[in-house]
C-alpha cells in the first residue's frame, strides 16, 4: 500500500491536487484545472505505473488498479457537486471500467 501511495502521490503533483487512502486498497485523488484529455492520460499513467511489479519481503508482488474518474464540469447544472456526489460518479466510472462491469454498484 505504501509503495502504490508513493507512486500515486509522484503523478498527482498539482499544487491543489491531492491524493488519499480512503481504506483497506482504495484511493482517491482531487484533481483541479485539468482537461479531460489530461485526465484520460493522468489516468492511463496511474494504471501503467501501479502495474510495476514490486518486491516485497523477497516476494514479487504484480499489482493492479482500475481508475474512475468524474468530472465537475460533467454535472448536470441542478447538481451540486458536493465530494458524496463527485465521489459515487467516480465510483461508478470505476466500476463500469472494469470488464463486465463487475461489482458496478446500483
Known amino acids: ?3 502504490t501511495a508513493d ?10 491536487d491531492m491524493a488519499a487512502r480512503l481504506s483497506g486498497d482504495e ?6 484545472g485539468r482537461t479531460p ?4 492520460t493522468l489516468g492511463e499513467a496511474i494504471i ?8 516485497f519481503d523477497g516476494q514479487v ?5 482500475s ?3 468524474a468530472r465537475q464540469a460533467d454535472l448536470s447544472a441542478d447538481l451540486t457537486p ?12 470505476l466500476y463500469t471500467s472494469k470488464p463486465g462491469g463487475e461489482d458496478a454498484p446500483p
Do not use: K, S
Open 37 to 40: 484529455e489530461d485526465l484520460q
Open 1 to 3: 500500500l505504501r509503495e
Open 67 to 69: 481508475v474512475g474518474i
Open 48 to 55: 501503467r505505473d501501479c502495474a510495476v511489479p514490486i518486491e
Open 27 to 32: 484511493f482517491a485523488a482531487w484533481i483541479c
Open 82 to 93: 458536493t465530494v458524496d456526489i463527485m465521489m459515487r460518479l467516480a465510483d461508478y466510472a
Open 61 to 65: 508482488i504484480n499489482p493492479g488498479v
Open 7 to 16: 507512486r500515486l502521490h509522484r503523478l498527482i503533483n498539482g499544487r491543489h
